[in-house]
């Protein structure tokens, strides 16, 4: 039975295609508010992240690894690699005046071959003196006493790169997977954790297997990279300057710069996705109000006959708010579901596409901008409702009626 009541409903029913063009374009803005606020935090949180992960003030590494080591773009893009220098300059660095902490590392890449689960990078830690990964393993509650052939594995290394009973191969070696790090947006995500007896044990594996390239190196003699902490009171910059003049052959990079060129390249695509949220508001705003505009003229003598029959001018204002929420609510809540489940299932994959550090924000955070999202959809619906009501409000019904006759 029509009532004023589901009056609304029934003409949504009635007229489908317009109704379908209105969920679109609610649709449309959701999409835009709700998933550009999403990737500016995404990489925001990406960029803060990195920079908690990343634990040091310098970082030295070999100088003739320059030509495939990019310490400014290291933490959002590089391939699986290794280099090596004398493991000497690590005393020759915490000889220097300003060097609280210095810790080395070592490097390796598993083989795209059947030895290797995945192709990934290994980073080896010395637990005596690191001060960077194993607070990351405090961090996630994990036991920070790796034995040998354990490893930790970073978020976007698959489980299905492990075999079964969380072991994964490297060069025909299984290791024991013993937990998993957190998300930070970088490709430290994308690497394999553990201590120097595993990873020199992995160079004697690769080496007997004829695909390590420094052949007559001596992996007890050397290291990949130096992890520095400046003693309070110190610049970093001074202190990176006192290491390039008294240790040779080595590059080195503080976190400064090397999280700048991130922050750089973060803060244009957050600009770039802040206009587009803009621009695909606005758009779906004005196509919205033209929609309704058109509705009332189509719908004119609907109006007029309502308004004749007794309607007052706050039940026609009703009707039309209240379609106005339903489609609109219903389109908004289309598009805030649908780019949440592309976000979430494809994270990273943006991430990668951005070239950028993307860690979406935690789910109270989501649902914040959710609201936020409908609420900007709300507005569209209150400025088109109410220039409808307006138009409603101000027609002469009895004029309307004699038109056409």
């Known amino acids: 039975m029509l009532t004023l009541k589901n009056l609304p409903w029934r ?30 935090g995404g990489v925001r949180n990406g960029l803060d992240t990195v920079k908690s992960r990343l634990g040091a003030d310098i970082m030295v590494t070999p100088e003739s690894a320059k030509n495939e080591f990019d310490a400014q773009t290291v933490l959002l893009k590089t391939e699986p690699g290794y280099f090596y220098m004398d493991a000497s300059v690590v005393d020759e660095i915490r000889s220097i005046e300003g060097v609280e902490a210095a810790s080395p590392q070592l490097f390796l890449a598993s083989a795209k071959a059947g030895c290797c689960s995945a192709r990934l990078q290994m980073i080896a830690f010395d637990p005596a003196t690191d001060f960077t990964i194993q607070p990351w393993i405090e961090d996630t509650r994990l036991s920070g006493n790796l034995g040998l052939l354990d490893v930790i594995i970073g978020s976007n290394v698959s489980w299905a790169s492990a075999a079964s009973d969380n072991l994964i191969r490297f060069y025909d070696t299984e290791c024991n ?84 060129g991130i922050a750089d390249s973060l803060n244009h695509i957050s600009g770039t996705i802040a206009a587009l949220i803009v621009a695909f508001w606005l758009l779906g705003m004005l196509m919205t109000v033209l929609l309704f505009t058109l509705m009332m003229n189509a719908r004119k003598r609907e109006f007029a006959s309502l308004r004749a029959m007794g309607a007052s001018r706050g039940i026609l204002s009703g009707i039309v708010v209240r379609e106005a929420l339903t489609v609109n609510l219903l389109g908004g809540a289309i598009g805030v579901l649908l780019t949440g489940v592309i976000l979430f299932s494809f994270n990273r994959l943006i991430g990668e596409s951005l070239g950028a550090g993307f860690v979406l924000p935690p789910v109270p955070m989501t649902a914040l901008l959710a609201a936020a999202a409908l609420i900007s959809v709300i507005l569209a619906t209150v400025v088109s409702a109410w220039i409808t009501v307006h138009k409603v409000n101000t027609m002469d019904a009895s004029l309307v009626l004699k038109e056409g006759e």
């Open 11 to 40: 003409n949504l029913k009635g007229y489908a295609g317009r109704t379908a063009a209105l969920l679109l374009f609610a649709a449309l803005m959701a999409v835009a508010v709700f998933g550009g606020t999403m990737m500016i």
């Open 177 to 260: 997977v013993v937990g998993q790090f957190a998300p930070t947006g970088s490709t430290l995500d994308s690497a394999v954790y553990m201590n120097f007896d595993t990873c020199k044990a992995l160079i004697q594996a690769c080496r007997e297997k004829g695909m390590f390239k420094y052949e007559k190196l001596d992996a007890d003699a050397i290291v990949s990279s130096v992890m520095i902490r400046v003693a309070p009171g110190y610049d970093s910059e001074v202190v990176a300057d006192a290491i390039r003049d008294k240790v040779d052959g080595v590059s080195v990079a503080t976190a400064t710069n090397m999280v700048s």
